[in-house]
């Protein structure tokens, strides 16, 4: 079986990308396979233009988004790895999601009712900033709306690993746990 890990983080040595990077070990650990398709090292235009808007109205699927939906189509399962920026992912992961998931592709209308078309497992690996408070639920503020997104789409979703209080310059000792920890996910992705 094989994954795609999407992961949105500016920098090439990020800990998202380090996280998606032990991700995929884990995975292959357990016999399968991982490909990690960074957003902003591919370069991809997370920006929807009108053009594309017309085109969707006549079904019409650009080039660049039909590979992407190639590359996904020939995946058993995804995996989005991001920072928490103001609630949402970074835009680059939002604008992938927005582009790539069209209708016809990821979701068809049946009777009257919308039906998900990309039966696979998701999990989300985030990285939030602050820590878990009690006077407000974060986890439903920030990875709800992504998950739902994805079970729209007809995505079963794993219970996301989400970090709280991560930096990159977290102390080793807690990030060595929370790799530890995506390397374990990885392992029962497809258990
Ligand atoms: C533009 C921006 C917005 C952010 N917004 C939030 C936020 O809404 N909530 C939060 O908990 N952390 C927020 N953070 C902190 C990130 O979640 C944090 O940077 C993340 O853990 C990734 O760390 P790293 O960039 O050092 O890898 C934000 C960071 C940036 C750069």
Redesign the pocket.
């Given at each position: 079986m094989k994954v795609l890990i999407v992961t949105a983080?500016p920098?090439q040595d990020?800990?998202?990308q380090a996280l998606a990077e032990r991700f995929a070990q884990g995975i292959a650990a357990a016999g399968h396979e991982a490909e990690i398709a960074n957003l902003y090292h591919e370069g991809f235009n997370p920006v929807v233009s009108i053009q594309e808007m017309d085109d969707w109205n006549a079904q019409h699927i650009s080039p660049t988004i039909q590979a992407e939906q190639a590359r996904l189509q020939s995946r058993d399962g995804l995996v989005l790895a991001y920072?928490?920026?103001?609630?949402t992912p970074p835009a680059m992961l939002t604008g992938w999601m927005q582009r790539v998931f069209t209708l016809g592709f990821a979701f068809a209308h049946n009777g009257g009712r919308t039906e998900g078309r990309l039966k696979i497992p998701a999990q989300l690996l985030v990285?939030?900033?602050?820590k878990q408070r009690e006077d407000i639920d974060?986890a439903t503020l920030?990875l709800e709306p992504i998950l739902g997104v994805l079970r729209y789409c007809g995505m079963d979703t794993h219970p996301t690993q989400a970090?709280w209080g991560?930096?990159?310059?977290t102390d080793p000792a807690t990030l060595g746990a929370v790799l530890d920890e995506a390397f374990e996910n990885g392992k029962r992705f497809f258990a």
């Open positions: 983080h920098r990020s800990f998202t920072p928490v920026w103001w609630g990285n939030v900033g602050s974060l920030y970090n991560i930096y990159a310059n």
